[in-house]
């Protein structure tokens, strides 16, 4: 198996990394959200050079708790057996963190999902990782412009134009 970016980060360090089953939900969430968030910047700055308060802009429209939410939602059928679970560990864990801009469900659907990402990540499954993000994006974009798709290209989120 090909070594993956958190394989190569901790081998610059000398350190190994532990089985992704043995993490606790939250701090499956704490890894999630910074390689989610790491992968929304990718795609953002990609588009093009801007101004960084609308990159910021942008990014916090998809990494915010309720568009998580969303698309914690909208990927529950693609989710394997062992993906719901990690997702919906995650999601009951007890934070003893207040949501901010947020509903409580919402936060707790968010966290799910951050649990998941972070799952994937430290298992190195990348593709599949990369996989429910494309397609969370996607539906995220077709929950804000109607059931139809109707008000913008459904790649407009991703930018990208394939």
């Known amino acids: ?88 560990r995650g999601k009951n864990a007890k934070s003893y963190t207040i949501a901010k801009n947020a509903t409580v469900a919402d936060y707790h659907r968010a966290t799910g999902f951050e649990a998941l990402i972070g799952y994937l990540y430290l298992k190195n499954d990348l593709d599949r990782m990369m996989e429910l993000i494309l397609t969370g994006l996607d539906r995220l974009e077709k929950i804000a412009h109607g059931a139809d798709g109707q008000g913008g290209s459904q790649n407009e989120v991703r930018g990208t134009d394939n």
């Not at 390689?35 to 915010?64: C, F, P």
């Not at 914690?72 to 919906?88: D, H, M, N, Q, S």
């Open 1 to 88: 198996m090909e070594k993956g970016i958190n394989e190569y980060i901790l081998g610059k360090f000398g350190m190994e990394g532990l089985d992704p089953r043995s993490y606790s939900s939250l701090a499956l969430a704490y890894i999630g959200d910074g390689i989610y968030d790491l992968v929304v910047r990718s795609m953002v700055v990609a588009k093009g050079n801007a101004h960084v308060n609308d990159l910021h802009r942008m990014t916090s429209q998809l990494v915010k708790a309720h568009a998580q939410s969303q698309m914690a939602g909208a990927l529950k059928p693609e989710l394997t057996e062992e993906e719901f679970a990690v997702y919906r």
